[in-house]
């Protein structure tokens, strides 16, 4: 048994095993020309097969002044929010810096916005590509995969 312990121990070590990068985020305005795909429901993954897409999905990382300039504790974020402008309905999505003191999908807080603008939706996230369709797919497996070990190992 102890044997079987020290296979699965290893399996979930190669399995959350992953490269750090500096997180990436879709970044597009369904206002923009071309920015049609950033409307929801998002179809961004659709795109990234068509070279001049892919500028849509970028890396965050800090401005000139780094972190620094967003407090001790700031750290990169995806964001989306959904704004009316000029009564038309706007989806955005970019990179942000939050605090990460603050509390989850908490969007920092900002200037008041133009009278025109009006903020319906927004969220920040902290996984690559979070601030697009809803990804359970690396997730599922790191849930699956142990169980379906702890399952063949008691049958």
């Known amino acids: ?10 399996v979930l070590a190669v399995v959350s095993m992953h490269e750090v ?27 990234t097969q068509n070279p001049s897409y892919q500028s849509a999905l970028v890396e965050c990382s800090y401005p000139v002044g780094g972190p620094s300039a967003f407090g001790p504790n700031a750290q990169p974020a995806c964001k989306k929010t959904i704004q009316k402008v000029n009564d ?40 690559d590509e979070c601030n697009g369709a809803a990804q359970y797919g690396p997730m599922a497996a790191l849930i699956l995969i142990p169980v379906a070990i702890a399952r063949l190992l008691t049958a």
């Open 21 to 47: 990068d500096a997180l990436r985020c879709w970044r597009c305005s369904s206002d923009a020309t071309g920015g049609n795909f950033c409307n929801d429901p998002f179809q961004g993954r659709d795109y």
């Open 1 to 10: 048994m102890v044997k079987y312990g020290l296979v699965l121990l290893a």
């Open 88 to 127: 038309k309905t706007v989806v955005s999505r970019s990179c942000t810096w939050i605090d990460s003191n603050d509390t989850p999908k908490k969007c920092m807080t900002s200037p008041p916005n133009p009278s025109y603008v009006e903020t319906l939706f927004c969220e920040t996230c902290l996984t």
